[in-house]
């Protein structure tokens, strides 16, 4: 990496999102504005059997209109997403990849649970039918790097390419190293993720967690930082960035995009019992610092927001510690969608990036009963003159990332 590519960063210069709040950045932003939710009944199985009922799901989203016909066979609800979401994104840049060295483009994506459905559906041939009814693609739909592996070849990036699977965490763990690639030389890097296990088998899978709420009200049930707080409702979907170089960006005239990546961490919580604290305090320290930022220089937190008492109580306490008791404005726009896993956090840095482009906090739906110790913006959106936001993010196991985006630019 050269002295003068790390100095320009990365920035990020195109938006994709397939999800629940809407397709398209302009959907998405205006439902969040609107504070119109994405969460209602699940329709892709018939839940009436199971404890969670309700859940984020894309709208209008039909893989034949978005997707080439010959891969919808060959890949996961998942993968639809986020090659649709990657289309959207490269277009939003005004890049066209057939016009750039093929290995100077990378493609890094998160995944938490790859192509759940798909698998679903060649399990229940192999049990019904025997081996000879699963099909050959079932050996790459459900693999995690199945959508990097289909982005890249779908574009011609033959760039460093891989797939990083932290759950929640991970959406940030990819954009963070899209950013060192960026950073290193590489002209741009198709990062962010999506997730779709909303099938039996994937539900079933999120079940064993106990971290879903069964709260039969979907107004009720995803509740961050509420005293009612009992679990989160899941969602599919997220978002896909576009992330580059910001030299190269400046040289086609995309200057600096949203904004840029200004710092990166990542850490692992000590194990259950072990009396150590958790890792988030020290995972966001350490990005101010990647960002050579304070916390005062920090407008807007976009939290985890597990909506789980235990684990929202752990970050408001790393929250409080860092910018102080109601110290910095928080939202968590996520309870509109559900947690989207490998999708959320992509998903966050890009209502983030637009939040700071519009100078407009938006607003926590649902909660009444908040955590007296956070400023968590509540009731209507927030007009603020933003200029970098903190993008949190846990996953399930102990992962843990904080992101800094927004502008370089000092006060």
Not at 95 to 119: H, I, K, N
Not at 222 to 249: K, M, Q, T
Request: a negative charge.
């Amino acid at each position: 990496m050269s002295a003068s590519d790390a100095d320009v960063g990365a920035v990020v210069t195109g938006i994709g999102v397939t999800a629940p709040t809407g397709i398209g950045i302009h959907a998405h932003w205006q439902s969040v504005l609107d504070g119109k939710t994405g969460i209602g009944r699940i329709t892709r199985f018939d839940p009436e059997s199971y404890p969670v009922r309700y859940a984020g799901q894309v709208p209008g989203f039909a893989a034949r209109e978005r997707v080439p016909g010959r891969l919808i066979p060959q890949t996961d609800h998942w993968t639809h997403l986020a090659l649709a979401a990657a289309d959207d994104a490269l277009g939003d840049a005004g890049v066209d990849p057939a016009g750039l060295p093929e290995y100077e483009m990378a493609v890094v994506t998160s995944s938490s649970s790859g192509g759940t459905e798909f698998g679903q559906h060649e399990m229940e041939r192999l049990y019904r039918n025997g081996p000879s009814w699963v099909g050959a693609y079932q050996s790459i739909a459900w693999f995690y790097a199945a959508t990097t592996g289909q982005v890249s070849i779908r574009h011609g990036m033959r760039g460093p390419c891989g797939v990083i699977c932290a759950e929640q965490a991970g959406g940030l763990d990819a954009l963070g190293q899209a950013r060192r690639l960026a950073r290193s030389g590489y002209r741009l890097v198709v990062s962010g993720g999506t997730d779709a296990s909303l099938c039996p088998y994937g539900l079933t899978a999120q079940l064993a967690t106990g971290r879903l709420s069964t709260v039969d009200d979907p107004t009720l049930a995803y509740l961050p930082f509420d005293a009612g707080a009992s679990g989160y409702l899941p969602g599919e979907g997220g978002a896909i960035l576009i992330v580059e170089n910001g030299r190269h960006a400046r040289e086609r005239g995309a200057g600096e995009g949203y904004g840029s990546i200004l710092g990166y961490a990542a850490g692992f919580d000590p194990p259950p019992g072990s009396g150590r604290p958790p890792a988030l305090r020290r995972t966001i320290t350490a990005a101010l610092a990647d960002a050579r930022l304070a916390p005062d220089d920090v407008d807007v937190v976009f939290a985890d927001a597990a909506g789980c008492p235990d684990l929202d109580a752990a970050e408001s306490a790393a929250i409080t510690a860092v910018f102080g008791r109601r110290g910095v404005p928080v939202t968590a726009p996520k309870t509109l969608t559900g947690r989207l896993y490998g999708g959320g956090a992509p998903l966050d840095v890009a209502t983030a990036l637009l939040a700071v482009r519009d100078g407009v906090v938006p607003h926590t739906v649902g909660v009444t009963r908040p955590d007296p110790d956070l400023d968590l913006v509540l009731g209507e959106p927030r007009e603020l003159p933003l200029r970098r936001a903190l993008v949190l993010a846990r996953g399930h196991g102990g992962f843990t990332a904080a992101m800094v985006v927004g502008t370089s630019r000092r006060r």
